[in-house]
């Protein structure tokens, strides 16, 4: 039998989920924990390690160490850490691989199926790599859903819901607004807005500019480590905000102390351009939904951002009510994603929900008017109910034609140049004395994939299923390349992650500190590699609890 399991693939964390009696479980990675940071370090072996001990390491080891590379998945971006280099798909697979060893030690058998959320922005290509990272890590990615949607599917459950329902979705790395309708058993997306390129992240950043800007200081002077020590400290402050109470960063830096000081109205100034660029996808998606706030019954929050106050401010203003928050909105994606992996396996515990969801961006192809090329036409608009497939007429431009090229494009501008491409092909034509005509259809599935399907008017011939659904750019030769990259790294072993966790932060928590708290955990450092060169698991276990205790304590 297989379990169903959902995953949530976040940019900062990630989480599986299994749905397992009648309800969505979270599962524990190796140290314990439900979230695991989706960052990716190598370690002094060369072995690989994912989770909180990587996230320690990116402030020891930045140049060992890989984080939020899931914005740039669909991109040629190239990690290098230690010498090995890694595609940002690579970096996503190492993240499943974890979550898929977590979940086999966690049942007890060997799990392929999974269920994984995507930001309803990803285009085409980020999708396909999304589920090429899944192949690489060896799951099979049965659906794709998106991350709004998987929200609401929890929040449904929870609490018998009807009418119209905004999901506000504030990330490490990206935003999105969905507006759907529940009327259980339905669940219908009405439309979804976002941007790709906002999210917690940001604000850690601003933060750390006005830190700069303060001080007189320029990041180029700065070095790598010295700076994700700092961005480090920043996003500490960040999530103590509350409300005026001041909350201070200490900085050390070239033998010298560097202080700033922060609370929610400053934070509100710093971040004004950020807070505003939160208002164009909400006033996007219920102009599209054709709603007004006032029509909106529940605001549901997601995404560990919308836990800061000048956020929570920000919705209540522009909803005029109080956003829900009876769920965790770290944890709800994943367990939507699992309740829709028992829906797909027709578990019996889960009342059927039927999901209606909607193409988040407009796709089409190039076409020329007159003298005028470029232009883009849309076949299938932004927010139109999923699965689609839509077909449009267009003509070749003169007689004797060759052959006509079809140019797939996403986005909303008028000119194709403005937009993304999302794939180019040629279809060769017979040349006849007249211009001909083409029907182009696009089929947009429920996992956001596209396919186009080409017949030429003039002699029937067709062009099926002609966008491959691998990723772009990526030959057969370069995913098995990928595959035989990974099969060649070394994991960390699972049994030994609570221990190496504690090392390193440990020795982020020395890296931050100057004086006496230095001295401190350095004598903890000794302490624990001293009991684990001993090898008495009991002791090992003791002093581990006790020093994170100590830690917990000191606020490292
Ligand atoms: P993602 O979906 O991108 O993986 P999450 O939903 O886990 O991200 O949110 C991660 C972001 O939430 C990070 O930018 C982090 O700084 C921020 N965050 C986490 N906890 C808090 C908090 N208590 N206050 C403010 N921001 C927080
Ligand atoms: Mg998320």
Known sequence: MNPPIGIDLGTTNSLICVWQEGKPT????????????????????????????????????????????????????????????????????????????????????????????VPAYFNDEQRKQTRFAAELAGLNAVRLINEPTAAAMAYGLHEEQSGNTLVFDLGGGTFDVTVLEYALPIIEVHASAGDNYLGGEDFTHEIVQACLSEWKLKQQDIAVDD?????????????KLNGEQMQYLTWFWQDKEWQF?????????????????????????????????????????????????????????????????????????AQGAAVQAACRLRNQDVEEVILTDVCPYTLGIESCSGKVSGLFSPIIERNTIVPTSKVKTFYSTQPQQKAICISVYQGENPRVENNVLIDEFEIPLTPMEKTQGVDVRFSYDLNGLLEVDVVLLETGEQYGKVIDQSPIGLTDKQKQESHER???????????????????????????????????????????????????????????????????????
Not at 74 to 101: C, D, M, Q, R
Not at 274 to 291: G, I, T, W
């Open 26 to 117: 979270l599962i524990p990675n190796a140290i314990g924990e439900v979230v695991t940071p989706s960052v990716v370090s190598i370690d002094e072996d060369d072995s690989i390690l994912v989770g909180r001990a990587a996230l320690s390491r990116l402030t020891t080891h930045p140049d060992k160490s890989a984080a939020a590379f899931k914005r740039f998945l669909g991109s040629n971006k190239i990690y290098e850490l230690a010498g090995k280099k890694f595609t940002p798909t690579e970096l996503s697979a190492l993240v499943l691989k974890s979550l898929k060893a977590d979940a086999e030690a966690f049942l007890q058998q060997e799990i392929r199926d999974v269920v994984i959320s």
């Open 261 to 333: 000081e922060l609370n929610e109205s400053r934070a509100k100034v710093i971040w004004l351009p950020l807070l505003n660029r939160l208002r164009a996808p909400v006033e996007q998606a219920l102009s599209d939904a054709r709603l007004k706030p006032a029509q909106l019954e529940h605001i549901v929050l997601v995404g560990g951002s919308s836990q800061l106050g000048v956020v929570r401010e920000l919705v209540t203003k522009l909803f005029g009510k109080l956003p829900y928050r009876h769920i965790n909105p770290t944890t709800i994606v």
């Open 486 to 556: 990974l099969k060649a790294l070394k994991i960390h072993p699972r049994d030994e992650m609570p221990n190496r966790t504690l090392l390193a932060r440990l020795e982020r928590a020395w890296a931050q500190s100057l004086g006496d708290e230095r001295l401190l955990i350095g004598s903890y450092i000794e302490d624990f590699l001293t009991v684990l060169n001993q090898q008495n698991l009991d002791e090992i276990n003791q002093m581990r609890s006790e020093i994170e205790s100590q830690l917990n304590d000191l606020g490292r």
């Open 227 to 239: 700076y994700a020590r700092l961005l480090d400290l920043a996003e500490q402050v960040k999530c």
